[in-house]
């Protein structure tokens, strides 16, 4: 699949994908990009099987690591870690037995939980039979372990990844906190997340700590990771993936932490729902049945400067939510439903600032509330200071660039260009900020754009002072049709090669990339 999807890009077009065949068993008997014979997934009754939350990944005995650190890891004690990339079954819909790909062959793959300041190794071994690379999503990473989409782990080989864990140039108002890793390499990202390659890598911080060691927000026990996607299954429970569909895959199944439409038991209490949309092309937009306010704390990799009460949240693919939910004084049974609108891969109906949404909409999760009501817990209010943000000031800006994602030939650029690694597309310096235009050239289409590296700051969307949600740190911004993020950004600590994409998988593989060098 991944040379045929290149020999499409060599060929200048996507013109000639009905000519060209899938890898067997990829896909079901459909032809080519003809949305109208997509299978339909088998029926099953949703909320009967239990939420899975994936264990967190226990550290191994110290290896002798082929990864540099450069110094980032600041002689600190360094936790090692390793992952075995390969198939493993699982049940998506309750009775079928579904192939994934996973690390350590788990979908979603363990959670790493680790902490600021405290440098990792991942030792990531491929038994898979195709090529891949781990980016870690919101982090703060050397660009050797950034997952840059051609640093390839080959088949039967491993790849050391050092993560020194550091808030930029050590700034603690810069801690990264949710980040995930998931697989990155080039033209064959959406087959690869698609089929399970993804997972939660959580990273506490002092300001995270006071805030629970001050009650404000609930500890380990009740907070719950949710990664949200949709999956469209084969009669045979195999995972359908049509690889010449470049609008962007939905599915017609909605899965959380790997499960269609689980359910899950919560006291009558406050949790935090640590949300990550990890769907190739669907966008959710969240609330709860009841309709009732949550506190909305996290926003992407960063917590966010101040609580903010909330009653829907938006969220393109990659972006994350920390949420403080009160079950308190719930009735019995609450779901989370996803209420956007979206039948196409293209996007949402409605537009990012005003969506369309059905209500009520379409279940994801069903919370099952039990017990007696728990007084006083986490006391987070609205307004209540989270995690300092340290703004990016107009005088420290150097230089302008302006970013124009449209579509071409059936396939995606970023100024007229299709991804090139070897071609380095902007050359920000070292320890300077720039203003960067990321502009949508239309045609209906939505782009999350993620830029790896550092967050960056939304001054400008559509010309006015974005919500309050995206003002501080972010690192994917949605632009709907003919949005413009004017936005500033960083580079601190690293050099090297890093890179800036749509996160559509289907527009990133279809070369909606650029290439970017901090020197
Ligand atoms: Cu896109």
Redesign the pocket.
């Known amino acids: 699949m991944n040379l045929t999807r290149r020999g499409l890009l060599a060929a200048g077009t996507a013109a000639g994908a009905g000519l060209l065949l899938p890898r067997s068993g990829a896909w079901a008997e459909s032809g080519p990009g003809s949305s109208g014979s997509l299978p339909r997934s088998p029926a099953f009754r949703p909320f009967q099987r239990e939420l899975f939350v994936p264990p967190t990944l226990a550290p191994v005995a110290p290896f002798a690591a082929t990864c540099d650190f450069a110094g980032a890891d600041r002689g600190q004690p360094i936790t090692y870690y390793q992952l075995t990339q390969r198939r493993g079954v699982t049940e998506i819909i309750p009775g079928l037995q579904t192939e994934i790909w996973g690390y350590d062959g788990l979908y979603p793959g363990p959670t790493i939980r680790t902490r600021i300041n405290e440098p990792v190794v991942v030792r990531q071994v491929n038994a898979l039979d195709t090529e891949l690379s781990v980016h870690l999503h919101g982090a703060h990473a050397l660009s050797g372990s950034d997952g840059f989409p051609n640093d390839f782990i080959f088949p039967g080989q491993s790849r050391d990844y050092c993560y020194p864990n550091v808030p930029a140039a050590q700034d603690l108002t810069d801690s990264f906190n949710t980040a995930w890793y998931h697989d990155h390499a080039m033209d064959i990202t959406g087959e690869n997340v698609y089929r399970g390659l993804a997972a939660f890598y959580l990273v506490s911080n002092v300001f995270e700590d006071a805030l629970i060691a001050q009650r404000k927000l609930p500890g380990r026990a009740f907070e719950l990771p949710l990664v949200l996607q949709d999956k469209r299954l084969n009669a045979d429970g195999s995972l359908f993936f049509n690889p010449f569909q470049h609008d962007g895959f939905l599915g017609d199944v909605m899965v959380v932490n790997g499960r269609a439409q689980p359910f899950v038991r919560v006291q009558r209490r406050k949790y935090r729902l640590r949300i990550l949309n990890g769907a190739n092309a669907r966008h959710f937009g969240l609330r709860l049945s009841t309709g009732a306010t949550f506190l909305h704390f996290g926003e992407d990799s960063w917590l966010l400067p101040r609580a903010l009460a909330r009653n829907y949240v938006l969220l393109g693919m990659a972006n994350r939510v920390d949420l403080l939910v009160d079950f308190r004084n719930a009735p019995n049974e609450v779901f989370l439903e996803n209420v956007l609108v979206q039948n196409e891969g293209r996007g949402p109906e409605g537009t990012v600032l005003a969506p369309r949404l059905k209500v009520p909409g379409t279940p994801l999760l069903k919370f099952i509330v039990e017990g007696p009501t728990q007084p006083d817990d986490a006391t987070l209010q609205p307004g209540d200071p989270v995690q300092p943000d340290t703004p990016i000031l107009p005088g420290e800006i150097v230089a302008t660039r302006t970013w124009e ?1 449209e579509r071409r030939q059936g396939a ?1 650029v970023i100024n007229d260009k299709f991804f090139d690694p070897d071609r380095v597309d902007a050359r920000p310096r070292l320890n300077t900020a720039e203003r960067w235009i990321l502009k949508n050239g239309g045609g209906g ?4 754009v993620h830029i790896h590296l550092e967050a960056m700051e939304i001054q400008r969307f559509n010309g006015r002072a974005p919500p309050p949600e995206w003002a501080s740190k972010k690192d994917t911004v949605i632009l709907g049709p003919n949005d413009v993020a004017e936005v500033f950004i960083r580079f601190r600590d690293f050099r090297g090669r890093y890179v800036m994409h ?1 996160h ?1 998988l289907e ?1 990133e593989d279809m070369r ?1 990339m650029t290439r970017w060098d901090v020197v």
């Not at 289409?445 to 999350?448: G, Q, S």
């Open positions: 994602f995606w289409w939505w782009h999350p749509c559509n527009h909606m």
